[in-house]
């Protein structure tokens, strides 16, 4: 199973950028999916996540400018990014949080890499 992201890049401080990930092998409709970042120096951090029932759930710091959303029969998930700052900037990683055989795993994107310019 892999998670592939994409979607990164340079945009301008109020710009946007749309994250997108891609579940390739073991999908379910019901798994947890999400998105994370870390910046230089500092610790991976929650951005956004949704349940299998659509239900989301943001950090403080991209509320009312991040929207996360999900295409189940595309086994995608987004991340639409809009006002962004500089301190968005950071790599971008994408998450599948499921179970399977009665074992909880997760997974990892590589990640995508968002610069923002002041």
């Known amino acids: 199973v892999q998670l592939q992201a994409s979607g990164g890049g340079l945009v301008q401080a109020g710009g946007s950028l749309r994250l997108s990930c891609a579940a390739s092998?073991?999908?379910?409709?019901?798994?947890?999916m999400g998105w994370y970042r870390q910046a230089p120096g500092k610790q991976r951090e929650l951005v956004a996540t949704?349940?299998?029932?659509?239900?989301?759930n943001y950090a403080d710091f991209v509320k009312g400018r991040f929207s996360i959303s999900r295409d189940n029969g595309r086994h995608m998930v987004y991340l639409q990014m809009n006002s962004l700052k500089p301190e968005d900037e950071g790599v971008y990683y994408c998450?599948?949080?499921?179970?399977?055989?009665?074992?909880?795993?997760?997974?990892w994107g590589q990640g995508t890499q968002v610069t923002v310019s002041s």
């Open positions: 998450t599948q949080n499921g179970v399977r055989n009665g074992l909880r795993f997760v997974r």
């Open positions: 949704i349940t299998g029932a659509g239900t989301t």
């Open positions: 092998g073991s999908f379910s409709i019901i798994d947890n």
